[in-house]
């Protein structure tokens, strides 16, 4: 590079040559270069203004004028020839090379650390330095030795860039007690020169590492059990959780035993590694009562369990018929109960869906509906008692929504001649109008016009829809009071509803 000027030269391999580098001209930038074993001069410089920093120097002479650069602000080059130190550690010589070169880069490589457990060694070593190792001898196996109660053990890592970390697992089988572990990276003890290399390690204080490790046997301790829920409702299904911590160094198995009220109900056989912590868990469903509930010899923790709120009876019974239209409705519980969450959504509606209006009461463990006004009647209607509208002393609700129905009885609506009507017609058939359609019933030969004397006068009937038609055989006698009755069961509708009572009515003939 004859006279050459303001030029680049990065990041080459000149190996083996006569010069690596000969140029006599001005304000070029030599960078990142690997120039080694030139037989006159690696680098030969007789120009000015020139810049080299980053590169690495090997087994080769030097010559360069005044008023070149060796080093940029941040670093220099690697001087195969240095031997400086490198004692505050920041991967550069303290002191300048010969050739004036104020931040030499330097290798040097340390044990970082070192854990000792019962089945291996493990070490990480770095290179501390800021001259790569890849770029001083790229293929080259750095020797580590290894110590363990006198039996040593040799290793090798691979060249490390500036920075870089590798690890070594020496595999071991110890028992409880002191270990004595010495880890050490060889040098010369005169040179600094690394085990097998040309290469000077700078810091040599890092080169070795002493662990004195006690492994410890297997202690168990228990921690942190939590049962969950504390309350609630049979069968109520009950978490409980502890963790297990080895402090010591050595795996073991345990059996950790789920005990309730006393009694083993459940357990496992977990492996816990040693310096570490295992979560165990269990479930199990809990009946009526309060239980005491641990982990092995752990403080017991109490769990109460209810039994559900239950409906015991309604009455009327479910899809009951011919109900009173002034009956009252009386839900029986299993326990007694007071006004839930959802009190006021109890409801009692048709089956088209109208409300009917009720006033509620509770008295014990039965829940009263009445209606205001009464039942309409021959009209189905449906209870329901949602899940949360009662509950007992401990807050124990329904398990889910109750719900029932009933029909209320059939009723006479109209009667012609009406209720003690004088001066009827001898001839006048008797017309009883109903609140639905009817068919004749058990009892409609028991159907009855009588005398107030109790003279039983001879009628015919018939049903058309939702009337009962009485006629006389013959005529009804003049000037004599007839009592007409109807026994409860004497008229149906089609779903076997019936009259809630006996429908009597008088009347007066002309």
């Not at 680098?43 to 000015?48: A, D, N, Q, V």
């Not at 040599?204 to 059990?225: F, H, K, M």
């Not at 409705?329 to 089956?351: H, M, P, Q, R």
């Amino acid at each position: 590079m004859n006279g050459a000027a303001f030029n680049s030269i990065i990041d080459n391999n000149m190996t083996d040559n006569n010069f690596g580098i000969y140029n006599y001209g001005v304000n070029n930038t030599i960078t990142a270069n690997r120039i080694a074993n030139s037989i006159c001069s690696n680098i030969y410089l007789t120009g000015s203004d020139n810049s080299i920093y980053g590169n690495y120097l090997i087994n080769g002479l030097y010559s360069f004028v005044a008023g070149n650069r060796l080093n940029n602000t941040e670093i220099g080059n690697y001087w195969s020839y240095y031997s400086g130190n490198d004692t505050n550690g920041d991967g550069l010589g303290d002191v300048p090379t010969t050739h004036g070169d104020q931040r030499p880069l330097i290798v040097d490589l340390a044990v970082i650390d070192a854990t000792v457990t019962p089945t291996n060694i493990q070490v990480i070593l770095r290179n501390n330095g800021r001259a790569n190792l890849t770029r001083i001898d790229p293929t080259g196996q750095f020797m580590v030795k290894i110590n363990c109660d006198g039996n040593e053990t040799v290793h090798y890592i691979n060249a490390l860039n500036y920075g870089e970390t590798q690890t070594i697992t020496r595999p071991v089988g110890l028992g409880p007690g002191i270990h004595v572990v010495n880890i050490t990276i060889p040098y010369n003890g005169t040179t600094q020169l690394l085990e097998d290399k040309n290469i000077r390690d700078a810091c040599i204080s890092n080169n070795n590492r002493t662990v004195n490790r006690e492994l410890i046997p297997a202690t168990i301790n228990y921690g942190n059990p939590t049962v969950t829920p504390l309350n609630g409702t049979e069968p109520l299904n009950v978490t409980v959780t502890v963790e297990i911590t080895n402090i010591g160094d050595f795996s073991k198995d345990e059996i950790v035993l789920l005990v309730v009220d006393g009694a083993i109900v459940d357990q496992k056989t977990v492996e816990v590694a040693g310096q570490s912590t295992v979560t165990v868990t269990f479930s199990i469903p809990l009946h009526n009562g309060t239980h005491s509930v641990t982990v092995n010899n752990m403080t017991p923790v109490n769990v109460t369990v209810f039994k559900p709120l239950r409906v015991l009876s309604v009455d009327p019974a479910n899809g009951t018929l011919s109900v009173s239209p002034t009956r009252k409705i009386a839900i029986t519980f299993s326990e007694n109960i007071l006004n839930g969450t959802a009190y006021d959504k109890i409801t009692v509606k048709t089956s088209s869906g109208v409300s009917k209006k009720i006033y509620k009461t509770i008295t014990g463990n039965r829940l009263y509906i009445t209606p205001v006004g009464g039942w309409s009647p021959g009209v189905r209607y449906i209870i329901t008692v949602p899940r949360n509208s009662v509950k007992t002393v401990n807050g124990v609700t329904l398990t889910s929504d109750f719900s029932s129905s009933f029909t209320s009885a059939i009723a006479v609506t109209y009667i012609d001649p009406k209720y003690g009507a004088t001066r009827v017609s001898r001839t006048k058939t008797i017309i009883i109008t109903f609140s639905n359609s009817i068919l004749a019933g058990p009892a409609y030969s028991k159907i009855t016009v009588k005398t107030s004397t109790g003279r039983l006068k001879s009628i015919s009937k018939r049903i058309i829809g939702n009337r009962l038609y009485i006629k006389p055989v013959g005529s009804w006698r003049a000037r004599t009071k007839y009592i007409v009755t109807v026994p409860r069961t004497a008229v149906k509708t089609s779903t076997g509803n019936m009259m809630a009572a006996d429908f009597k009515s008088v009347f007066t003939t002309i």
